[in-house]
């Protein structure tokens, strides 16, 4: 593949990259998981460094509060009612056509994440769920495929690079043999947190810069991945709250020894086989989707959701369940949640929407 050596001039002046280093990104792919505010980044900063090929699968539209944060958006995307991985696709064409985009607008479940990781050398989190990341981690220790965690809420991210203890060939013969795989995500978080308890952007807000702080460090993870500097992945988990201050780098190289981890050392990966997670069902003749929880949550907090939920519209909740009229863009839809954080989201007859509406606005 022909590149354009002086437009990397600063870029190879670097340790670990040179004309080979560059050579590699250009031959690499890129998935990146989800086009918001962490996707846009890390695409855009991605593609300017010279990655040969980025795959972006994200199911949504551009909307105007996207903006504060999704950089490769505009307000023409807006009005054109663009989806994000397509206006993602168009932006990145005009900084750098050398770059080849494949842009998917679906829904990232168990039945196609493996086919949008054949042939990827690292997978990028730019999801806003703990289900799909643990399906894009069983992905990862399956194929030995990298994957960088990242994660921004309110003023506050998180991040951690995934070197999979896996059976898959990059594994073993990238990095695995060299003794230098981590702890996977599940060896980390053991469980999905229950749904209602982890802050969404919709409900508490997020401030732009540590969108990218976050996705910043994703990036350079990545290149020092496809560039083939494992010994200069870091090995700390990221954590940071901007507004408070304080930054933390927490050594867990010990979790996966210490954990029974089902994934990386039981190679059972229930998420992508559907055996995990939760499951939708359109409703015949009422547009709502009921969204099903396989895994037992100690019962939702009605009383702190409804608080969150209160700027976006009426909300009202007794013992038995919780029902809010909310607005994400130009949509109305109406959310019935159940203690177990089983949910009717009426206003949509697709389960990918309503799948991103309890994402949004429920969490978990």
């Known amino acids: 593949m022909d590149i354009d050596l002086p437009r990397y001039h ?6 670990g990259f040179g004309q080979e280093g560059q050579q590699r990104l250009a031959t ?17 900063m991605l593609s300017r460094a010279g990655v040969g090929h980025l795959v972006i699968v994200d199911r949504d539209v551009v909307e105007l509060s996207n903006l504060q944060r999704q950089v490769l958006f505009s307000e023409k995307d ?15 064409r005009e900084t750098n056509a050398g770059v080849r985009v494949t842009a998917i607008v679906d829904d990232i479940n168990h039945t196609n994440i493996e086919r949008f990781g054949e042939g990827v050398d ?72 229950p749904p209602g308890t982890t802050p969404t952007c919709d409900t508490v807000g997020v401030i732009g810069s540590a969108v990218g702080i976050i996705a910043n460090h994703e990036v350079t993870e990545s290149l020092k991945i496809l560039t083939g500097n494992f010994d200069r992945v870091s090995r700390t988990l990221l954590n940071l709250d901007l507004w408070e201050n304080e930054s933390m780098q927490l ?9 029974d981890c089902p994934c990386c050392k039981g190679h059972h990966f229930d ?41 976006h519209g009426r909300v009202r909740h007794n013992e038995y369940m919780l029902f809010a009229d909310v607005r994400d863009g130009g949509e109305r839809f109406e959310i019935t949640l159940f203690p177990d954080g089983r949910a009717i989201v009426k206003g949509t007859d697709d389960p990918s929407v309503a799948r991103g509406v309890y994402a949004k606005f429920v969490g978990g």
Not at 78 to 92: C, F, N, S, W
Request: charge should be positive.
């Open 251 to 259: 050594r867990v190289d010990r979790a996966r020894e210490k954990s």
């Open 78 to 92: 807006v009005a054109e009612g663009m989806p994000k991985a397509e206006a993602a696709k168009r932006r990145i």
């Open 271 to 311: 998420y992508l086989e559907g055996k995990a997670g939760s499951g939708a069902d359109a409703l015949c003749g009422r547009n709502a989707v009921q969204l099903r929880h396989r895994q037992t949550a100690n019962g939702v907090d009605f009383d702190g959701l409804a608080s969150r939920l209160r700027q």
């Open 122 to 193: 690292v997978m990028v989190d730019g999801l806003d769920n703990f289900e799909t990341r643990y399906l894009a981690n069983d992905l990862a220790v399956k194929q030995g495929i990298p994957y960088i965690y990242g994660a921004a809420v309110g003023t506050t991210g998180m991040a951690f690079t995934i070197l999979p203890h896996g059976t898959g060939a990059y594994a073993w013969e990238r990095y695995e043999s060299g003794s230098l795989a981590t702890p996977c995500f599940r060896c980390l978080f053991e469980a999905v947190p």
């Open 28 to 44: 690499s792919t890129a998935l990146i998981l989800g086009c918001g505010a962490l996707g846009c980044v890390s695409a855009e």
């Open 10 to 15: 600063r870029q190879m002046l670097l340790p």
